[in-house]
């Protein structure tokens, strides 16, 4: 069995160590171009050249949660794409939405901004009750985020394209429930996949449903937000604020409205990040169940996308 490496922007020999090791009957290889035909492939965004050069691949292993920029290109015919389920980013995006969420709700950057003036000041405490938290998403991220914030005690709603049951979380489904899980919400959590139904979803008019004082929290991809509209709301007073980790262009352009919005916390798409250790015991353990024929967890639905 010959596996090749080709993962752009990754350190491959740490990688490439840990795969021979769970492995040890299969040739790994960083790919180059002209490299022999591989029967599985562990990648991120990899060139369109590696996918023409690889016809017979069966198996390709996206290291990411995200398989959006894969999907754009042309894949070999009968290839499954595989992603990671977890791989120790479930509680990574447990912690980050919860710290946003948390610094939103009990206004620790005002607090912050007032010290920096020296003000020592007090606000009024806030009700959970008034700040329920829509969590669009509830795959394997989305349902993690959404049992930890249940545990602060906020009122947890969930939304995603087909019918969820989590204990402690009104669920919603389908196009025909949306409105009324934006109008319940008054935080908004992203961790939707990006395809072409979901590009865009955080627009002004979506946005203009949740409850007033709305709080933006987007861990998924920048393209799930139309930027201008978002900063209008902002500036309009009728969301209060946003968490955002992912962009559109990254990194973040510089000029961009984002960097210096007063109303607008960024970090560097670091909300959930790839652990090596966990996705490798994962990805060997899917490609010894797929050459055994068995069924494998995370197969992408190449008409969903996702």
Known sequence: MRIAFCCTNTKA???????RAA??????????????????AVVWTPPQQFLDEQ????????????????????????AQVVRIDDGGMAVQ?????????????????AYEDDIAQGKWSYRKPRSRAEFPVGIMGLGVLGERVAQAVR??????LGWSRTPHAIEGVE???????FDAFLVRSRVLVCLLPLTPQTENIMNRGNLAKLQPGGYVINVARGGHVVDEDLLALLDNGHLAGATLDVFRTEPLPAGHPFWSHPKISTTPHTSARTLREESIAQIAGKILAMERGQAVAGVVDPQRGY
């Not at 492995?23 to 599985?40: I, K, M, N």
């Not at 016809?55 to 009968?78: H, Q, S, T, Y």
């Open 23 to 40: 492995l040890p009957g299969a040739t790994v290889e960083e790919w180059a171009p002209g490299a022999p035909q591989a029967d599985h």
């Open 93 to 109: 995006m447990a912690e980050f939405v919860c710290h946003a969420l948390i610094r939103h709700f009990r206004e620790l950057d």
């Open 13 to 19: 020999e740490p990688w490439l160590q840990g795969l």
């Open 151 to 156: 545990q602060f005690d906020f009122p947890v």
């Open 55 to 78: 016809p017979g691949l069966r198996g390709i292993f996206n290291i990411g949660a995200g398989v959006d920029a894969l999907m754009k290109l042309e894949l070999p015919a009968g």
């Open 171 to 177: 669920c919603f489904a389908g196009a025909q429930q």
